[in-house]
T-cell receptor, first 118, second 115 residues
Protein backbone atom coordinates (compact mmCIF):
# COMPACT_ATOMS: atom_id res chain seq x y z
CA UNK A 1 0.00 0.00 0.00
CA UNK A 2 2.86 2.35 0.81
CA UNK A 3 4.99 1.41 -2.19
CA UNK A 4 5.74 3.39 -5.30
CA UNK A 5 6.82 1.13 -8.16
CA UNK A 6 9.22 2.67 -10.66
CA UNK A 7 10.36 1.41 -14.04
CA UNK A 8 12.62 0.90 -15.84
CA UNK A 9 15.57 0.39 -13.53
CA UNK A 10 17.92 1.75 -16.17
CA UNK A 11 17.46 3.56 -19.46
CA UNK A 12 19.78 4.42 -22.32
CA UNK A 13 18.66 7.13 -24.73
CA UNK A 14 20.33 8.78 -27.70
CA UNK A 15 20.97 12.51 -27.51
CA UNK A 16 17.89 14.34 -28.73
CA UNK A 17 15.56 11.45 -27.93
CA UNK A 18 12.71 11.24 -25.42
CA UNK A 19 13.30 9.62 -22.05
CA UNK A 20 10.25 8.17 -20.29
CA UNK A 21 10.16 6.90 -16.72
CA UNK A 22 7.03 5.42 -15.20
CA UNK A 23 5.72 5.11 -11.67
CA UNK A 24 2.66 3.45 -10.17
CA UNK A 25 1.10 3.52 -6.72
CA UNK A 26 -1.73 1.80 -4.87
CA UNK A 27 -2.56 4.08 -1.97
CA UNK A 28 -5.11 6.67 -3.10
CA UNK A 29 -4.24 8.79 -0.06
CA UNK A 30 -1.04 9.93 -1.78
CA UNK A 31 -1.68 13.52 -2.77
CA UNK A 32 1.51 15.04 -4.13
CA UNK A 33 3.97 13.57 -6.59
CA UNK A 34 7.50 15.00 -6.95
CA UNK A 35 10.42 13.80 -9.02
CA UNK A 36 13.98 14.07 -7.77
CA UNK A 37 17.19 14.03 -9.83
CA UNK A 38 20.47 12.74 -8.43
CA UNK A 39 23.89 13.13 -10.03
CA UNK A 40 26.79 10.88 -8.98
CA UNK A 41 28.32 12.01 -5.70
CA UNK A 42 25.45 14.39 -5.00
CA UNK A 43 22.23 14.25 -3.05
CA UNK A 44 18.86 14.18 -4.83
CA UNK A 45 17.34 17.51 -5.83
CA UNK A 46 13.73 18.34 -6.63
CA UNK A 47 13.18 18.44 -10.38
CA UNK A 48 9.44 18.87 -10.88
CA UNK A 49 6.25 17.98 -9.01
CA UNK A 50 2.52 17.62 -9.65
CA UNK A 51 -0.71 17.63 -7.65
CA UNK A 52 -3.35 14.95 -8.40
CA UNK A 53 -5.92 17.48 -9.64
CA UNK A 54 -3.71 18.23 -12.66
CA UNK A 55 -3.11 15.79 -15.53
CA UNK A 56 0.09 17.33 -16.85
CA UNK A 57 2.80 19.74 -15.78
CA UNK A 58 5.59 21.00 -17.97
CA UNK A 59 8.78 22.80 -17.02
CA UNK A 60 11.14 23.31 -19.92
CA UNK A 61 12.06 19.92 -21.36
CA UNK A 62 10.59 18.04 -18.40
CA UNK A 63 6.93 16.99 -18.28
CA UNK A 64 4.99 14.99 -15.72
CA UNK A 65 1.91 13.14 -16.96
CA UNK A 66 -0.52 12.04 -14.26
CA UNK A 67 -3.33 9.49 -14.61
CA UNK A 68 -5.34 9.47 -11.40
CA UNK A 69 -7.73 6.67 -12.38
CA UNK A 70 -4.84 4.37 -13.33
CA UNK A 71 -2.78 5.50 -10.33
CA UNK A 72 0.20 6.10 -12.57
CA UNK A 73 2.45 9.02 -13.34
CA UNK A 74 5.43 9.43 -15.62
CA UNK A 75 8.32 11.75 -16.34
CA UNK A 76 9.10 12.67 -19.93
CA UNK A 77 12.39 14.31 -20.84
CA UNK A 78 12.25 15.83 -24.29
CA UNK A 79 15.40 16.41 -26.40
CA UNK A 80 17.44 14.43 -23.87
CA UNK A 81 21.00 15.69 -23.36
CA UNK A 82 24.14 14.02 -21.96
CA UNK A 83 23.88 16.43 -19.02
CA UNK A 84 20.55 14.78 -18.12
CA UNK A 85 22.41 11.56 -17.29
CA UNK A 86 21.51 10.94 -13.66
CA UNK A 87 19.31 8.79 -11.45
CA UNK A 88 15.68 9.86 -11.27
CA UNK A 89 13.39 9.06 -8.36
CA UNK A 90 9.64 9.41 -8.34
CA UNK A 91 7.97 9.93 -5.00
CA UNK A 92 4.54 10.28 -3.44
CA UNK A 93 3.54 12.24 -0.38
CA UNK A 94 1.23 11.05 2.38
CA UNK A 95 0.26 12.60 5.67
CA UNK A 96 1.13 10.52 8.70
CA UNK A 97 -0.09 10.81 12.27
CA UNK A 98 3.04 9.95 14.24
CA UNK A 99 2.71 11.37 17.73
CA UNK A 100 -0.58 12.88 16.62
CA UNK A 101 1.31 15.68 14.95
CA UNK A 102 0.36 15.01 11.34
CA UNK A 103 3.25 15.49 8.97
CA UNK A 104 3.80 14.68 5.31
CA UNK A 105 6.16 11.85 4.45
CA UNK A 106 7.59 10.98 1.04
CA UNK A 107 7.68 7.43 -0.27
CA UNK A 108 10.29 7.02 -3.00
CA UNK A 109 10.57 4.65 -5.94
CA UNK A 110 13.76 2.62 -6.43
CA UNK A 111 15.15 5.00 -9.02
CA UNK A 112 15.96 4.92 -12.73
CA UNK A 113 19.50 5.40 -13.95
CA UNK A 114 19.34 7.38 -17.18
CA UNK A 115 22.28 7.48 -19.57
CA UNK A 116 22.07 9.82 -22.55
CA UNK A 117 24.67 8.95 -25.17
CA UNK A 118 25.96 11.47 -27.72
CA UNK B 1 27.26 24.97 -3.22
CA UNK B 2 24.76 22.94 -1.25
CA UNK B 3 22.75 24.58 1.54
CA UNK B 4 22.95 21.29 3.45
CA UNK B 5 26.43 20.19 4.49
CA UNK B 6 27.26 16.69 5.71
CA UNK B 7 30.46 15.49 7.33
CA UNK B 8 32.34 13.31 6.94
CA UNK B 9 31.89 12.44 3.25
CA UNK B 10 33.27 8.96 3.81
CA UNK B 11 33.48 6.84 6.95
CA UNK B 12 34.85 3.37 7.53
CA UNK B 13 34.16 1.87 10.92
CA UNK B 14 34.39 -1.46 12.64
CA UNK B 15 31.39 -3.16 14.17
CA UNK B 16 32.45 -2.19 17.69
CA UNK B 17 33.20 1.46 16.97
CA UNK B 18 31.15 4.50 17.91
CA UNK B 19 30.97 7.35 15.42
CA UNK B 20 28.70 10.26 14.58
CA UNK B 21 27.49 11.79 11.34
CA UNK B 22 26.91 15.53 11.25
CA UNK B 23 24.54 17.62 9.19
CA UNK B 24 24.15 21.39 9.06
CA UNK B 25 21.66 23.39 7.01
CA UNK B 26 21.99 27.05 6.10
CA UNK B 27 18.54 27.47 4.55
CA UNK B 28 16.57 28.62 7.57
CA UNK B 29 14.44 25.47 7.47
CA UNK B 30 12.58 24.00 10.42
CA UNK B 31 12.55 20.31 9.52
CA UNK B 32 15.49 17.94 9.17
CA UNK B 33 15.64 14.32 8.05
CA UNK B 34 17.91 11.31 7.90
CA UNK B 35 17.54 8.95 4.93
CA UNK B 36 19.38 5.73 4.11
CA UNK B 37 20.20 5.07 0.46
CA UNK B 38 21.17 1.54 -0.57
CA UNK B 39 21.73 0.28 -4.10
CA UNK B 40 18.57 -0.73 -5.96
CA UNK B 41 16.33 0.14 -3.02
CA UNK B 42 14.07 3.13 -2.41
CA UNK B 43 15.32 5.91 -0.21
CA UNK B 44 14.44 4.88 3.34
CA UNK B 45 13.29 7.54 5.77
CA UNK B 46 14.89 6.99 9.16
CA UNK B 47 14.13 10.01 11.33
CA UNK B 48 12.35 13.35 11.04
CA UNK B 49 12.60 16.40 13.25
CA UNK B 50 10.21 19.33 12.96
CA UNK B 51 11.08 22.39 15.04
CA UNK B 52 13.58 20.21 16.95
CA UNK B 53 10.90 17.69 17.92
CA UNK B 54 11.15 14.15 16.56
CA UNK B 55 8.03 13.48 14.51
CA UNK B 56 8.95 10.21 12.79
CA UNK B 57 10.95 7.14 13.68
CA UNK B 58 10.50 4.49 11.03
CA UNK B 59 11.33 1.46 13.17
CA UNK B 60 15.03 2.14 12.99
CA UNK B 61 17.28 -0.13 15.10
CA UNK B 62 18.51 1.41 18.33
CA UNK B 63 22.11 1.24 17.12
CA UNK B 64 21.19 4.43 15.24
CA UNK B 65 20.52 7.36 17.55
CA UNK B 66 19.55 10.81 16.22
CA UNK B 67 20.12 14.12 17.93
CA UNK B 68 18.76 17.51 16.88
CA UNK B 69 20.06 20.27 19.19
CA UNK B 70 18.56 23.06 17.05
CA UNK B 71 16.83 23.50 13.70
CA UNK B 72 20.14 23.91 11.88
CA UNK B 73 22.02 20.85 13.14
CA UNK B 74 21.32 17.16 13.05
CA UNK B 75 23.48 14.26 14.18
CA UNK B 76 23.28 10.53 13.72
CA UNK B 77 25.15 8.61 16.39
CA UNK B 78 26.26 5.14 15.38
CA UNK B 79 27.32 2.22 17.58
CA UNK B 80 27.76 -1.52 17.15
CA UNK B 81 26.71 -1.39 13.53
CA UNK B 82 26.36 -4.37 11.22
CA UNK B 83 27.87 -4.80 7.73
CA UNK B 84 24.37 -4.46 6.23
CA UNK B 85 24.27 -0.91 7.58
CA UNK B 86 26.84 0.07 4.94
CA UNK B 87 25.09 2.64 2.74
CA UNK B 88 24.92 6.30 1.79
CA UNK B 89 23.32 8.30 4.59
CA UNK B 90 21.60 11.43 3.39
CA UNK B 91 20.55 14.38 5.45
CA UNK B 92 17.79 16.66 4.17
CA UNK B 93 15.92 19.72 5.30
CA UNK B 94 12.62 21.36 4.39
CA UNK B 95 10.69 24.41 5.46
CA UNK B 96 8.50 22.25 7.68
CA UNK B 97 6.78 18.85 7.62
CA UNK B 98 3.12 19.92 7.54
CA UNK B 99 3.18 21.25 3.99
CA UNK B 100 2.95 18.63 1.28
CA UNK B 101 4.79 20.67 -1.34
CA UNK B 102 7.68 21.70 0.90
CA UNK B 103 10.64 20.34 -1.11
CA UNK B 104 13.44 18.38 0.47
CA UNK B 105 16.96 19.81 0.14
CA UNK B 106 19.51 17.05 0.43
CA UNK B 107 23.15 17.10 1.40
CA UNK B 108 25.68 15.07 -0.58
CA UNK B 109 25.66 12.26 1.94
CA UNK B 110 28.09 10.26 4.04
CA UNK B 111 29.24 7.01 2.47
CA UNK B 112 29.45 4.58 5.40
CA UNK B 113 31.27 1.28 5.23
CA UNK B 114 31.03 -1.11 8.18
CA UNK B 115 33.78 -3.71 8.29
Amino acid sequence: QQQVKQSPQSLIVQKGGISIINCAYENTAFDYFPWYQQFPGKGPALLIAIRPDVSEKKEGRFTISFNKSAKQFSLHIMDSQPGDSATYFCAASLITAYSGAGSYQLTFGKGTKLSVIP
Amino acid sequence: ETGVTQTPRHLVMGMTNKKSLKCEQHLGHNAMYWYKQSAKKPLELMFVYNFKEQTENNSVPSRFSPECPNSSHLFLHLHTLQPEDSALYLCASSQQTRQKDSPLHFGNGTRLTVT
